[in-house]
Structures are given as structure tokens and as C-alpha cells.
């Protein structure tokens, strides 16, 4: 079906404004600006920016923003009173595109316990407010407050004086996340009955927080009912348990496009890195198993899951992780993999192995993977060196010496012995690990690039053994290495040679293809 034929749904991200009321989820103006450049490169249609009436520094973020994000609409956020109006006017000044977002409490709850207002009273602000607002604002948001517990008729008559007054997007929400699908998706239904031109020359707006755990669910209910703008954030973060996921609507739409017959203009590639930017920013962990960017959305340890995504990658995932910006999926090794999951790491890693070596390694894979609940690249290099091959030794460490002086850069003397040949480098570095792998440098004339370094107690107490792990990369290949000493310089010096051992005996294979 053609994308033009479809019916398009507009994303309103609005993770800088309902998202940082998150606790602790504060952001600084810069910190903002930096989130909304991301959102702009994610090809969202509007960007809530804040709440310019609340604080100095909330008015300069929205300013910020304003006069620096230029392809989003941008939005602020204002009560019903003239005050927070003119803020946003003055925020908004230089924005390219700008709209004003005003909202005011509905529910007879809110009515009666928060606002103290008879119906006519809130009829009367909605009018009013809106309808002075237009001498600032072509384009005007109204979002009657608690909207899924206002009562029906009274709702469509907040939502025409709405749009008589001259709002151009009505938004309903779920503000305490109290609505469950079917009932949501009714309510919009019966909004776009009611009120000709919802979802169409009014744009038809839902709001949905995640108190139950719908939001998604009622924010797609709505679009399938007839809402064609859905407010979200990334990663789902907002008030009490969040918002509707901004990376959950978006994909569910492009993975189930048939039904649902709508499309967004996002860019999903730039999902994964707008998450992390987020979550780096706030502060707020991504839970592993949350959908689309979560550790473990694309990640699979059972052995029948491991099995069908290496043979086909759709028998497990719907969705193609280099569409929301990954490289691929992650298989996890542990006691639940099988055989081809083992020996297509092993592949990876650079072995050729006969099916009998296969077959042995992966049985001592198995014990190991009983003792421990991740079995990383290290650990099967070393079973595969201990139970199946032996390194040569080209090179071997005879003799290491580091010195290190105030005010001096780091030394090391390093002599390495390759058969009856003993030779002898000294080279500064940065700190004495660099200054040792200078020296190996020196006397191999092997040139590597280290990508990895890792160390880790293997030992308890003051004589602990420590094992350095490490990857180089020379000519477009990476190995690994691994070395064990209570001199964690020494440790570091036998991983090194060990991974260049490895080169030198020519152990890898071609690089396999990505599955």
C-alpha cells in the first residue's frame, strides 16, 4: 500500500516537557537543547518544549530551543490563565513554527476537589482563553484535563467550544492512565461523531500516562478509532509510571502498518541513539526488557530462540534491529544456548574447528556455563586454547621492568624472547601499561590497535590474582588475548602476547558473515 494513500500520525514528543516531570529527571536548558537537536534528527512533528511560566529556566530552554530547532513545530505548555499565555508568546517569539498548548481540568473530580468551578465556569475559560489567545497563535492546542473520566456529553461540549473558539488540535487524555483500550478507543469514536472534523480539519489529538501499564495500548486504540497525533516520550518517561512510549508507537505502527493503515514520518534509525541520550541525560535507567530499546529486546540465551534466529532471523524478531539503529541481534551464551548458537560464535571469533573439536568444546562450554551465567568471547577462547589447540609461543616475556616518577612519563624495559633470539625495547607511555605495549611494539614491529581492556579479580586477598583481558585489531582483524599474574603490569604485558601469539600463528579464519 502506498505511503500517500495511508493515513499519516503526527508525533508530538513531549519528553522535555510531561517527560521531565519524572523525579529526578531535571534537565538544564542546554541539556534540553541537546535532547530537542536529537528529536529534530528523529524527524519529530512537534517538540513540547516546556513550561516557560514555571521558571527562569524552563522560559530560557523553550528560548533556546526556539531560536535553535528549526524543522519541528514548537510547542509550549500553559494553564488556562493569561499569564502562562503571554509566557509562551514571549518564549515562542523566534520560533519558526510555533504552538500553544493550554489545558484545563474537565473531570468532575477535578472540577469539584481541585478547580472549585461549576461546568458553565469551565465552558466560559476554554472560550474565552482560546479565543484571545488566536490574536498570538494561528495554531492552538486544547487539552481538556482528565478527559477519560470527564462525563461523555460534557466533554463534547469542552471540545466544540473548544474548536469554536478557534483551537486547532484537541487533545484527550488519560491523565491518571485510568482508561483500558476498548473503552479509550470508544471515546475517541465518539468524539469524532459528535464533533465534525476531529481527525481531520482539526487535528485529533491522545495523551495517554501508563498507571496500568496501556498507555501504548490506548494511544493505538485511538489511532485506530480515529486520532491522527499521539503525544509521547522517549523511552515512556513521565509522571508516576510514565507515558506512552514514544519507540512503542512509532514501531508498532510500522511493524503492523496492514492493519493499522496509518505511517509516522520518524526515522527509526535514530531511535537507539535518541533513547540513550536520554537516559544518559536524566539519569533514568532503561529497564533490560523494555520494549524496542531495551538490553534485551534484541538479545536471545534460550537455545531454541538461538537456533531459529541464526537460521532465520523473523522465527524470533519482528522487527529488523538495524531499523531502530542497532548493528544486529545479541545472542547471549549461557546454560540455556545450544550447539549452533556455540559454534557460529566460535566461527565469529575467528576458529575453524572439526566437528569432533566442536563437539568436545562444547561440552566443557556446558560445564562452564552451569557455573556461571554469562559465558563471554574470553572464556571460550580459553576453552578452545585448553582443550583443543596450543599457542605457540613466538613470543615470550623473559624480563619486565616499569618505573615511574613524579613529573616523568611512565618507562618500561621489556626483553621478549622468539627462539634463541632475546631482544630488548624501552618506551615511555602514557601510564606503564601503554608504555610496556609501546616497547612489545618496538621489539615485534607488529603494529595493533587495542579496542578492549578489561581487568578482574580472579582471586580473593592481598596476593589476588588478577586477569587482564584484551582485543587488537591488525590489518581489519581482532583477536583476543588473556593474562593472569599478581602484577597486574605483567598480567596486562601476557595478554598482549598472547593475542599477538595468536596472529602469529595464523589461527583466524575469514570473517563470517553476518547472520
Given at each position: 500500500?502506498?505511503?500517500?494513500?495511508?493515513?499519516?500520525?503526527?508525533?508530538?514528543?513531549?519528553?522535555?516537557?510531561?517527560?521531565?516531570?519524572?523525579?529526578?529527571?531535571?534537565?538544564?536548558?542546554?541539556?534540553?537543547?541537546k535532547i530537542a537537536k536529537q528529536l529534530e534528527k528523529l524527524n519529530v512533528d512537534i517538540i513540547e518544549a516546556g513550561f516557560p511560566v514555571s521558571s527562569p529556566g524552563e522560559m530560557r530552554a523553550v528560548q533556546l530551543i526556539s531560536a535553535t530547532v528549526t524543522r519541528p513545530v514548537i510547542c509550549g505548555l500553559a494553564r488556562m490563565v493569561p499569564k502562562d499565555i503571554d509566557a509562551c508568546r514571549i518564549a515562542l517569539e523566534r520560533a519558526k513554527k510555533k504552538r500553544l498548548h493550554v489545558f484545563l481540568a474537565t473531570s468532575q473530580i477535578h472540577r469539584e476537589y481541585k478547580l472549585h468551578k461549576k461546568k458553565e465556569e469551565i465552558l466560559d475559560l476554554v472560550a474565552k482563553n482560546i479565543k484571545s489567545a488566536t490574536k498570538d497563535f494561528k495554531d492552538i492546542e486544547f487539552s481538556p484535563e482528565d478527559a477519560a473520566r470527564t462525563e461523555r456529553d460534557f466533554l463534547v461540549d469542552a471540545v466544540r467550544a473548544a474548536v469554536n473558539a478557534g483551537a486547532t488540535v484537541v487533545?484527550?487524555?488519560?491523565?491518571?492512565?485510568?482508561?483500558?483500550?476498548?473503552?479509550?478507543?470508544?471515546?475517541?469514536?465518539?468524539?469524532?461523531?459528535?464533533?465534525?472534523?476531529?481527525?481531520?480539519?482539526?487535528?485529533?489529538?491522545?495523551?495517554?500516562?501508563?498507571?496500568?501499564?496501556?498507555?501504548?495500548?490506548?494511544?493505538?486504540?485511538?489511532?485506530?478509532?480515529?486520532?491522527?497525533?499521539?503525544?509521547?516520550?522517549?523511552?515512556?518517561?513521565?509522571?508516576?509510571?510514565?507515558?506512552?512510549?514514544?519507540?512503542?508507537?512509532?514501531?508498532?505502527?510500522?511493524?503492523?502498518?496492514?492493519?493499522?493503515?496509518?505511517?509516522?514520518?520518524?526515522?527509526?534509525?535514530?531511535?537507539?541513539?535518541?533513547?540513550?541520550?536520554?537516559?544518559?541525560?536524566?539519569?533514568?535507567?532503561?529497564?533490560?526488557?523494555?520494549?524496542?530499546?531495551?538490553?534485551?529486546?534484541?538479545?536471545?540465551?534460550?537455545?531454541?530462540?538461538?537456533?531459529?534466529?541464526?537460521?532465520?532471523?523473523?522465527?524470533?524478531?519482528?522487527?529488523?534491529?538495524?531499523?531502530?539503529?542497532?548493528?544486529?541481534?545479541?545472542?547471549?551464551?549461557?546454560?540455556?544456548?545450544?550447539?549452533?548458537?556455540?559454534?557460529?560464535?566460535?566461527?565469529?571469533?575467528?576458529?575453524?574447528?572439526?566437528?569432533?573439536?566442536?563437539?568436545?568444546?562444547?561440552?566443557?562450554?556446558?560445564?562452564?556455563?552451569?557455573?556461571?551465567?554469562?559465558?563471554?568471547?574470553?572464556?571460550?577462547?580459553?576453552?578452545?586454547?585448553?582443550?583443543?589447540?596450543?599457542?605457540?609461543?613466538?613470543?615470550?616475556?623473559?624480563?619486565?621492568?616499569?618505573?615511574?616518577?613524579?613529573?616523568?612519563?611512565?618507562?618500561?624495559?621489556?626483553?621478549?624472547?622468539?627462539?634463541?633470539?632475546?631482544?630488548?625495547?624501552?618506551?615511555?607511555?602514557?601510564?606503564?601499561?601503554?608504555?610496556?605495549?609501546?616497547?612489545?611494539?618496538?621489539?615485534?614491529?607488529?603494529?595493533?590497535?587495542?579496542?578492549?581492556?578489561?581487568?578482574?579479580?580472579?582471586?580473593?586477598?592481598?596476593?589476588?590474582?588478577?586477569?587482564?583481558?584484551?582485543?587488537?585489531?591488525?590489518?581489519?582483524?581482532?583477536?583476543?588475548?588473556?593474562?593472569?599474574?599478581?602484577?597486574?603490569?605483567?598480567?596486562?604485558?601476557?595478554?598482549?602476547?598472547?593475542?599477538?601469539?595468536?596472529?602469529?600463528?595464523?589461527?583466524?579464519?575469514?570473517?563470517?558473515?553476518?547472520?
Open positions: 500500500m502506498a505511503k500517500e494513500k495511508r493515513r499519516k500520525i503526527y508525533i508530538f514528543d513531549t519528553t522535555l516537557r510531561d517527560g521531565e516531570q519524572s523525579p529526578g529527571a531535571s534537565l538544564t536548558p542546554d541539556e534540553k537543547l487533545n484527550i487524555p488519560d491523565t491518571v492512565g485510568y482508561a483500558i483500550p476498548q473503552e479509550f478507543g470508544d471515546l475517541i469514536a465518539h468524539l469524532v461523531k459528535k464533533v465534525p472534523g476531529l481527525g481531520k480539519k482539526v487535528t485529533l489529538s491522545v495523551h495517554c500516562h501508563n498507571d496500568l501499564g496501556l498507555a501504548t495500548a490506548n494511544s493505538l486504540a485511538a489511532v485506530l478509532a480515529g486520532a491522527n497525533q499521539v503525544e509521547c516520550t522517549i523511552n515512556g518517561i513521565g509522571e508516576r509510571a510514565g507515558n506512552a512510549s514514544m519507540e512503542e508507537i512509532v514501531m508498532a505502527i510500522d511493524t503492523r502498518r496492514n492493519l493499522v493503515d496509518c505511517y509516522t514520518d520518524i526515522r527509526t534509525e535514530e531511535i537507539t541513539k535518541t533513547s540513550r541520550l536520554v537516559s544518559h541525560l536524566t539519569g533514568m535507567v532503561v529497564q533490560p526488557n523494555k520494549a524496542i530499546v531495551g538490553r534485551n529486546a534484541f538479545s536471545h540465551e534460550s537455545g531454541i530462540h538461538q537456533d531459529g534466529v541464526l537460521k532465520k532471523r523473523i522465527t524470533y524478531e519482528i522487527i529488523d534491529p538495524k531499523k531502530v539503529g542497532l548493528s544486529g541481534s545479541q545472542i547471549i551464551l549461557g546454560k540455556l544456548s545450544g550447539r549452533h548458537a556455540f559454534s557460529e560464535r566460535v566461527k565469529k571469533l575467528g576458529y575453524k574447528l572439526g566437528e569432533a573439536d566442536i563437539d568436545r568444546a562444547f561440552d566443557r562450554f556446558k560445564k562452564i556455563a552451569d557455573q556461571k551465567k554469562y559465558v563471554f568471547d574470553e572464556d571460550i577462547e580459553a576453552l578452545i586454547q585448553d582443550e583443543i589447540t596450543e599457542i605457540p609461543e613466538t613470543w615470550k616475556l623473559e624480563y619486565l621492568k616499569t618505573t615511574s616518577e613524579s613529573g616523568k612519563p611512565p618507562e618500561a624495559i621489556l626483553k621478549l624472547r622468539r627462539n634463541k633470539e632475546l631482544l630488548q625495547a624501552t618506551s615511555q607511555g602514557d601510564g606503564p601499561v601503554d608504555a610496556c605495549y609501546k616497547a612489545i611494539e618496538s621489539i615485534t614491529k607488529l603494529k595493533a590497535k587495542l579496542t578492549h581492556y578489561a581487568i578482574q579479580s580472579v582471586t580473593g586477598g592481598k596476593d589476588a590474582l588478577g586477569e587482564v583481558s584484551v582485543k587488537i585489531q591488525i590489518e581489519g582483524k581482532e583477536v583476543t588475548g588473556r593474562g593472569a599474574s599478581t602484577d597486574i603490569i605483567e598480567a596486562s604485558v601476557k595478554a598482549y602476547l598472547f593475542a599477538l601469539n595468536k596472529i602469529c600463528a595464523n589461527m583466524w579464519g575469514p570473517k563470517p558473515s553476518p547472520v
